[in-house]
């Protein structure tokens, strides 16, 4: 398995006790390990362990002009009534930290984040512009994310 790094701590309580729960996607290979090149990417869902928030990260990581590093994140809330929820319908996925696993849970979460809204970044000042809140619609058996309005 691939390195994991989130890139934030817990946005609804500052914890740093974020733990990854499923790797959605994940392309190239993690910056600071043997094999990185140029880019990398991942969406990652995590839940606190402090207060049971769940946090989707998306996560665009260019180092194509080694004076120029960035990573855009966007990153998603889910109250945590609604990630215990979701907690028990991922269950069904035997290989959660797999982003090339190809089951029906996978498939819903890939689905349903690549839909969800991105702003772009245009200075490294703005990260209180790229956290949204979310809710996870969970009804006819499926997985869909679906934006807050602020």
């Known amino acids: 398995m691939k390195k994991i ?17 499923f790797l959605i996607r994940q392309e190239g290979v993690h910056p600071g390990e043997k094999g990185h090149e140029i880019t990398y990417s991942h969406t990652v869902l995590a839940v606190c362990e402090s207060c049971g ?8 990581h260019d180092c194509f002009d080694f004076e120029d590093v960035f990573d855009h994140y966007e990153w998603y809330v889910i109250k ?15 290989k959660p930290l797999d982003a090339g696993c190809g089951c029906e849970v996978h498939e819903a979460l890939r689905k349903s984040s690549e839909a969800l809204p991105t702003t772009p970044w245009e200075t490294s000042m703005e990260t209180g512009s790229h956290i949204n809140r979310i809710s996870v619609d969970l009804s006819k058996g499926g997985i869909r994310f679906k934006p807050k309005s602020h």
């Open 5 to 21: 790094s989130l890139g934030a701590v817990c946005i609804a309580c500052d914890s740093d006790r974020l733990k990854p729960l």
């Open 53 to 60: 928030s769940g946090q989707l990260e998306k996560l665009e």
């Open 80 to 94: 945590d009534s609604e990630m215990k929820l979701l907690q028990e319908r991922l269950k069904s996925c035997t």
